[in-house]
Nanobody, 115 residues
Framework: VQLVESGGGLVQAGGPLRPSCAAS????????MGWNRQAPGKQRELVAT????????NYADSVKGRFTITRDNAKNTMYLQMNSLKPEDTAVYYC?????????WGQGTQVTVSS
């Protein structure tokens, strides 16, 4: 499973951003997906997860009500709609996949929120 993130960038506090994660292969609809992030000097933390069909999602308390994780299995792509962004959301955002008892990671996309 190969994962490629895109759509990060610089945004003002309060603004939106929607990074995406494209996955290779024909098994995307069998893969549990998620987003993690890592801020400078901090440990990587889970942001959100989504089941194979997209029917169930889970969020970190810090992003509930502001972020929405979705997936389009026809396009092998996952998204993270981020609204009401805060400076503390600044981090490298990583897409991850869990498939056949293994985790896979993308290279990350930088999200910077200015105050």
């Amino acid at each position: 499973v190969q994962l490629v993130e895109s759509g990060g960038g610089l945004v003002q506090a309060g603004g939106p951003l929607r990074p995406s994660c494209a996955a290779s292969g024909s098994t995307f609809d069998s893969i549990v997906m998620g987003w993690n992030r890592q801020a400078p000097g901090k440990q990587r933390e889970l942001v959100a997860t989504i089941t194979t069909s997209g029917g169930r999602t889970n969020y970190a308390d810090s992003v509930k009500g502001r972020f929405t994780i979705t997936r389009d299995n026809a396009k092998n792509t996952m998204y993270l709609q981020m609204n009401s962004l805060k400076p503390e959301d600044t981090a490298v955002y990583y897409c991850n996949a869990y498939y056949l008892h293994k985790f896979y990671w993308g290279q990350g996309t930088q999200v910077t929120v200015s105050s």
